[in-house]
């Protein structure tokens, strides 16, 4: 079974801090994802990688930051975070864009205070 | 931009019962069709897809995907409680770097 991990699961952060959030797969696929999901939202799309070194805005990526420094890591940076980026995060990996399953980690659970 | 849309936004269905979820897009030039499940407090997780059009059947689980109607469904037989969970359709167009995820449906499998 695919893995992808992330830490930290529970975060508390204070507005105006940085929050780095972060995602290893062990599954060698060349796509990461960040997502985040609100109710009534479903899972909306922040950043995403083609592979090292590369990263691609998604649909909603402002106020946020991602970084790809290896196949494996992925992260995901809030400079100044903000009381409305109070979410739950996923990260996914998967191997080819759109063909393949997309697996994702647990989540990460962020409150903004 | 890919509108992907689910109906209806929740449903309760007795146990043994068809259930059928449904979810339109709006980009004609979309290839993959997909649908998650998450149970509560879980991560989202593949549950089957469709490449063309027509109808694929894995064990309980039917997808029906009708491209001219920019429609897809999936269709849940003899629904068990383990049934219950958030069920989110997704949508790629071909050669595309994403998933276009729907709000999901919250389905409930009555005892």
């Known amino acids: 079974e695919a893995a992808v991990t992330q830490s930290p699961r529970n975060k508390v952060a204070v507005t105006g801090g940085k929050v780095t959030l972060s995602c290893n797969q062990t599954n060698n696929h060349n796509n990461m994802y960040w997502y985040r999901q609100d109710t009534g939202h479903g899972l909306r799309l922040i950043h995403y990688?083609?592979?090292?070194?590369?990263?691609e805005k998604g649909d909603i990526p402002d106020g946020y930051k991602a970084s790809r420094p290896s196949q494996e890591n992925f992260s995901l940076i809030l400079e100044l975070a903000t009381p409305s980026q109070t979410s739950v995060y996923f990260c996914a990996s998967g191997a080819r864009l759109g063909q393949d399953t997309q697996y994702f980690g647990p989540g990460t659970r962020l409150l903004v205070l | 931009q890919q509108n992907v849309q689910q109906s209806p936004e929740s449903l309760i269905v007795p146990e043994g019962a068809r259930t059928s979820l449904n979810c339109t897009f709006s980009d004609s030039a979309s290839q993959y069709f997909w649908w998650y499940r998450q149970h509560s407090g879980k991560a989202p997780k593949a549950l089957m897809s469709i490449f063309s059009n027509g109808e694929k059947e894995e064990g309980r689980f039917t997808i029906h995907l009708n491209k001219a109607s920019l429609h897809f469904s999936l269709h849940i037989r003899d629904s068990q409680p383990s049934d219950s969970a958030l069920y989110l359709c997704a949508v790629s167009t071909g050669g595309a770097d994403r998933l276009t995820f729907g709000k999901g449906t919250q389905l409930i499998i009555q005892p």
């Open positions: 990688s083609y592979g090292a070194g590369s990263t």
